[in-house]
């Protein structure tokens, strides 16, 4: 059979998507459920004085009003998975009555149908003693701290940032990302079902094996006790990695009413409580020898996080191992502020990092008169200096090329302001893109059923990468049948366990899994088919036997058995369960992806609206398992780049800190009209060392060089520098 890993394979859960036959958490409806709406404090820092629960009970359907006031104590025992803050403690949900962030849970409302519970939370009347919040890193009062867990890894230096060299030029500035909120088609739902002791969850996750954790220690049950199930998810981009309050509050509720209790956020409440993108503040001072060698960088970046935990990030990481440099100091300090705990968000770290170090490598480049690309390639290292080691492959250079050949970067005039197309103003700017690989050995099951048909299990989610096509041709090719007679079914903590669906891992973990799970069935098939009785393999020696077009085969003569036929040897199903792995050489290497976006922008010269006309991404990314879905997904991280860049951001009242655009009309998002043209080039990436699969990964890359390149092209376009995000057209009104 040919290859099937590497085609472009359509979606094998592309139909059930598209028929409405995927079931997704709010689609699920069990017998006899109440609705649950959360009410959420209206102050920003306080405490709950009294609540109006009579005048709501009496509404008509409303079964319960659930506070601190009548809910249980829960048990709260020690969880914590390695994306969850490993300092704090996470909120524990209507368990006292101090209030810790506007929107945060103080009730919830359960009734017949949801109109009713809507309606009843509404009018459910609560009293505050309230207190004047601090939201803004920028407040002089506000004292940053070393994040805990990092300790001194939150300071890293090499050589003596004092020193420079003579005649060098220098750029020292401030860089800022405004607070960002995920906001995915699908809004965070959970369906909660006891029976006994036993709590079923069909809930919106990224990670359902510590979703199945997180519950059972919350409410100190055993863990086999939780099952969730999350098949489908409508897209995340990491809000849904963590367990969020509204899961626990669904089976409270489902507990206390005895009933299936559904609880679905409104997009609203999805500002408050599930996480968001920091806002940071980044200052970087880079310099460099007239010949465009750095000499010194100082990138100090610095974030919010909430008073109750400490959220951090790969802020700085990137600048470590990024570029050639002897003399080098990155420090990361998070400054707590009376807002709930932000999270990971498309490319968490690296995105906002390389903003800051992108954008100041642009501004050094036209200080030294020289080629964005070119100042990048005079510094390219030959190991990673941050850590000592070799790369295990860095195809950085490559990506320029090919990249720059596609968006024709040779006919770039690189005076700023000098490339016009009628009378619009044009930039091309350009930046470089890099992601770590993650890996995180997953499990898999694979099954030959008494009937023929092979189904594969794994605990992972799908967010809607097509994770299930391109692990099914994992599957496919490693069985040597067709993809259609696979079956991969995932999204349940009774599944093999698996790391979450996000850092960019899950082809390498889980798809490396499933490889093993694989090989593992054949290995049992084998012996199935060299010991039964009336088998044509009967006495052989397996060494004999080797697997070729689906099918086990016999070295010198004909016989062969499919595994149609494999599977009526012996009544029952035969299974194997395996976890992938990789060598222990990879320790031995500094493991990344890293890629190169250039961009077009137009600009009207009146009115300053920007227009994104053309995108180009390169990446050098391993293996490319499916290049169509590869594809779509460096267009989702552009896209998202475009969002991050002119776009979005939460802005919050610092009178009581609320999010005052908690909605799609001011939170601005980009829409087709906003797309321009989009190309995207892997290079030809062989690693060995990253994964059996020899695939790095590219759900984080493609938003990682975005952003800069897009505000490296409005100063191309323009002349002016524009140093914070989102880059909106008074930006530019006020500079002109």
Same mark, same amino acid.
């Given at each position: ?320 191992? $990024? ?320 969002? $991050? ?92």
């Amino acid at each position: 059979m040919n290859a099937i890993m590497g085609r472009g394979e359509k979606r094998v859960d592309g139909r059930a998507k598209v028929t409405g036959k995927a079931a997704y958490a709010g689609d699920v409806f069990r017998p006899g459920q109440l609705y649950g709406v959360i009410v959420g404090a209206s102050v920003g820092l306080g405490r709950v004085l009294d609540i109006d629960v009579a005048s709501v009970k009496k509404l008509p359907g409303v079964f319960d009003v659930i506070s601190h006031l009548n809910a249980p104590k829960l048990a709260y025992g020690p969880h914590k998975a390695f994306i969850d803050p490993a300092s704090g403690e996470r909120l524990h949900v209507l368990q006292d009555d101090a209030v810790r962030f506007y929107g945060q849970p103080v009730a919830v409302v359960l009734a017949d149908t949801l109109d009713n519970a809507e309606r009843a939370a509404r009018h459910l009347k609560i009293q505050y003693d309230r207190h004047a919040p601090k939201v803004d890193i920028r407040d002089a009062s506000l004292e940053s701290v070393v994040p805990e867990a990092l300790g001194s890894e939150a300071t890293k230096s090499r050589g003596d940032v004092g020193r420079d060299a003579p005649g060098g030029v220098t750029v020292d500035a401030q860089y800022d990302i405004a607070r960002e909120n995920h906001n995915p088609i699908e809004t965070h739902a959970t369906l909660a079902e006891w029976e006994g002791e036993k709590l079923t969850l069909w809930s919106k996750s990224q990670f359902v094996v510590n979703e199945q954790a997180e519950i059972a220690a919350i409410f100190g049950i055993p863990a086999e006790n939780v099952r969730v199930i999350s098949p489908f998810v409508g897209g995340a981009f990491g809000t849904s990695l963590r367990t969020w309050p509204h899961v626990t509050l669904a089976a409270l509720a489902s507990r206390i009413a005895g009933r299936p209790v559904k609880l679905t956020l409104s997009r609203k409440q999805m500002f408050f409580t599930t996480g968001h993108r920091p806002f940071t503040t980044q200052h970087v001072r880079i310099s460099a020898t007239p010949e465009g060698r750095i000499t010194r960088i100082v990138h100090h970046g610095r974030a919010e996080t909430s008073r109750y935990e400490q959220f951090a990030e790969a802020l700085v990481s990137a600048t470590n191992y $990024m570029y050639s440099c002897p003399n080098l100091e990155v420090q990361y300090r998070l400054t707590p502020t009376d807002t709930s705990t932000p999270t990971y968000m498309r490319g968490p770290g690296e995105a906002s990092g390389m903003f800051a170090l992108e954008s100041a490598m642009d501004e050094l480049s036209y200080k030294l008169s020289m080629d964005p690309i070119e100042l990048r390639k005079r510094n390219e290292p030959t190991v990673d200096q941050g850590s000592g080691l070799p790369f295990s492959s860095r195809s950085l250079v490559q990506c320029y090329e090919a990249g720059a050949r596609l968006f024709g970067w040779e006919r770039r005039n690189p005076e700023p302001g000098s490339m016009r197309d009628g009378r619009m103003l044009i930039g091309w700017g350009m930046a470089s893109a890099t992601y770590p690989v993650w890996f995180i050995p997953a499990s898999a099951r694979a099954t030959l059923t008494a009937s023929g048909r092979i189904l594969v299990d794994s605990a992972a989610s799908d967010m809607g990468p097509g994770t299930y096509t391109s692990v099914t041709q994992v599957a496919a090719e490693t069985l040597g049948v067709g993809m259609a007679e696979v079956e991969l079914r995932l999204g349940q903590s009774d599944f093999p366990p698996t790391p979450p669906h996000g850092g960019s891992m899950t082809m390498a973990s889980v798809g490396g899994g499933v490889q093993a799970a694989c090989k593992a069935l054949q290995q049992e098939l084998m012996a199935r088919a060299v010991t039964v009785s009336g088998s044509p393999f009967a006495g052989s020696s397996r060494s004999d036997l080797y697997w070729e077009a689906g099918g086990l085969n016999r070295r010198g003569d004909a016989a062969r058995l499919t595994y149609a036929e494999l599977a009526k040897l012996k009544p029952g199903d035969v299974t194997a369960t395996a976890t992938g792995g990789r060598g222990s050489e990879a320790e031995k290497y500094s493991m990344h992806a890293f890629g190169a976006v250039f961009v077009e922008v137009a600009i009207d010269p009146d009115v300053y609206t920007i227009a994104v006309r053309r995108m180009v991404g390169s990446y050098g990314a391993g293996r490319i398992i499916n290049p169509r879905l590869a594809t779509s997904q460096c267009i989702g991280g552009l896209v998202g780049g475009i969002g $991050m860049a002119l776009m979005e951001s939460t802005v919050l009242d610092g009178r009581d800190g609320r999010p005052i655009n908690a909605h799609l009309a001011d939170y601005l998002l980009p829409v087709n009209l906003d797309i321009g043209d989009i190309q995207v080039h892997f290079v030809d990436e062989v690693d060995r060392y990253v994964n059996p699969l020899g695939v790095k990964g590219l759900g984080e890359i493609a938003i990682v060089g975005a952003a800069p390149a897009i505000g490296n092209a409005i100063f191309h376009a323009t002349g002016t520098r524009v140093r914070s995000l989102p880059i909106r057209i008074e930006n530019l009104l006020h500079a002109a």
